[in-house]
T-cell receptor
Framework: DAMVIQNPRYQVTQFGKPVTLSCSQT?????MYWYQQKSSQAPKLLFH???????NEADTPDNFQSRRPNTSFCFLDIRSPGLGDAAMYLC?????????????FGEGSRLTVL | GQNIDQPTEMTATEGAIVQINCTYQ??????LFWYQQHAGEAPTFLSY??LDGLEEKGRFSSFLSRSKGYSYLLLKELQMKDSASYLC??????????WGAGTKLIIKP
């Protein structure tokens, strides 16, 4: 059974039209992450939450926002997508307690901007 | 600064052995992860090393030398399904993963 679920798997939007990507987890993990990954590049961390404590990476554009209404859900909002925002968006979770732990990834949401 | 260096692409033959090297520089160190990523899919966990030495898990093994800032992933008895990108990701003092761009491994029959 999938433990980290992302929706939608594929999202097509028009330039400037807001998009929301969702992530849910059944692992009861404390930490949730949003990564952006472009072809043949390393995943780039956008945000992470430790419980409700929000951490924004310094170079994450203001165009990207995130919400975590409860332990299980996290959302990525792209307010005005540009062509450069076309990418795979990966949600991941980790325990966050008892030392380093592996990240569990969802299947990703691939965003196309027309 | 923080930096990961791994080869961009490698080619190997089905049934053979391949070693993917990774050198890193991070602010602090809390272990190193290797992930496998097939094209268009999310990364999946392969291994975690925090102490020096070799960790073996089936056909895959991972080695770490903290003093040298060096790790490798060893894949034995290569199968066509092993064609994927392999990402080296050390964890820094803030418990954040620092991702390399990955090594694309191409397996030929």
């Amino acid at each position: 059974d999938a433990m980290v679920i992302q929706n939608p798997r594929y999202q097509v939007t028009q330039f400037g039209k807001p998009v929301t990507l969702s992530c849910s987890q059944t692992l009861n993990h404390n930490v949730m992450y949003w990564y952006q990954q472009k072809s043949s590049q390393a995943p780039k961390l956008l945000f992470h939450y430790y419980d409700k404590d929000f951490n924004n990476e310094a170079d994450t554009p203001d165009n990207f926002q995130s919400r975590r209404p409860n332990t299980s859900f996290c959302f990525l909002d792209i307010r005005s997508p540009g062509l450069g925002d076309a990418a795979m968006y990966l949600c991941a979770t980790s325990r966050g307690t008892g030392g380093p732990g592996e990240l569990f990834f969802g299947e990703g949401s691939r965003l196309t901007v027309l | 600064g923080q930096n990961i260096d791994q080869p961009t692409e490698m080619t190997a033959t089905e049934g053979a052995i391949v070693q993917i090297n990774c050198t890193y520089q991070t602010s602090g160190f809390n272990g190193l992860f290797w992930y496998q990523q097939h094209a268009g899919e999310a990364p999946t966990f392969l291994s975690y090393n925090v102490l020096d030495g070799l960790e073996e898990k089936g056909r895959f093994s991972s080695f770490l030398s903290r003093s040298k800032g060096y790790s490798y992933l060893l894949l034995k008895e290569l199968q066509m399904k092993d064609s994927a990108s392999y990402l080296c990701a050390p964890m820094d003092s803030n418990y954040q993963l620092i991702w390399g761009a990955g090594t694309k491994l191409i397996i030929k029959p």
